[in-house]
């Protein structure tokens, strides 16, 4: 990828300007696949990033079924269901037919999860606040508007 140019005579083209964001938003993305790695092993030594972010999802929602996990993160049932087996069997979560379907089974998170859960995301938050306290208010919603249109492409 082009690298924008360190002469300050020469200036960048939006081109470079691209290039120069697809480099950043790749560093970005590779962190946060290791955030996940490692976020995943402070849950318990044999979750994965998958399992961790199915994890995370079924403590944020509170409960939920197989079926919205698989419509929302667009993976295979069968790898979902291999992930809420594997939770459930080191007591992460818990599995229960739903009331009005009993073909449905409801996934909740034990309070061992929200807790661990809630501990991760705080260290993260905290990594992730000190850097972003050192950009003005300004900077901030600029760039949470820029993200908003990325995640819209």
Do not use: C
């Amino acid at each position: 990828m082009t690298e924008p140019t360190a002469d300050p005579a020469v200036e960048p083209t939006v081109d470079d300007a691209i290039a120069h964001v697809e480099d950043q938003l790749s560093v970005v993305f590779g962190r946060a696949r290791t955030v996940w790695k490692e976020a995943a092993q402070q849950i318990h030594p044999e979750l994965n990033p998958a399992g961790y972010k199915l994890l995370a999802t079924v403590v944020r929602l509170g409960s939920t079924n197989a079926h919205v996990l698989t419509e929302l993160f667009d993976m295979d049932k069968s790898v979902v269901s291999r992930q809420i087996r594997m939770l459930e069997e080191v007591g992460l979560v818990a599995s229960r037919p739903d009331e009005r379907d009993g073909r449905v089974r409801v996934i909740a998170p034990t309070p061992e999860a929200v807790e661990r859960i809630t501990a991760v995301r705080a260290r993260n938050q905290s990594r992730l606040h000190a850097v972003l306290r050192e950009r003005s208010v300004e900077e901030l919603e600029l760039f949470a508007e820029m993200l908003g249109g990325l995640a819209e492409a």
